[in-house]
């Protein structure tokens, strides 16, 4: 069984920063993906970043190239997502989840595990 624990998350003022964590229990392989997903009013849940846990492969939405970086810890089984230059349209609730699937994924229906969602707002 594997159980993801998220911290992080507040509000924030536009070119802020924050760090998301995700503490993952469980299985876990160097093969295998980890991402963060996130879910704004009105809008689908949406990939932001993914991982392997080698940490040699990443993928991330265009809309945070640049400004956000995925990581990982192997040591602590964590997952890190730090945020940069944040802006209002990075208002979401933020998910942490993770896949047995290999090689990077970036569909929803690949990953069975979740966290809970934190909330990430940036005001103007």
């Not at 080698?54 to 400004?67: H, I, M, P, Q």
């Not at 995925?70 to 998910?95: G, H, R």
Request: net charge positive; proline share 2%.
């Amino acid at each position: 069984q594997v159980q993801l624990v998220v911290s992080g998350g507040g509000l924030v003022q536009a070119g802020d920063s924050l760090r998301l964590s995700c503490q993952v229990s469980g299985r876990t392989a160097s093969s295998w993906p980890m991402a963060w997903f996130r879910h704004a009013p009105g809008k689908e849940r949406e990939v932001v970043a993914t991982i392997l846990w080698s940490g040699d492969r990443t993928d991330y939405a265009d809309s945070v190239k640049g400004r956000f970086t995925i990581s990982t810890d192997n040591v602590n089984n964590t997952v890190f997502l730090q945020m940069n230059s944040l802006k209002p349209e990075d208002t979401a609730v933020y998910y942490c989840a993770a896949s047995f699937a290999l090689g990077l994924r970036t569909m929803r229906k690949d990953y069975g595990y979740w966290g809970r969602g934190t909330q990430v707002t940036v005001s103007s």
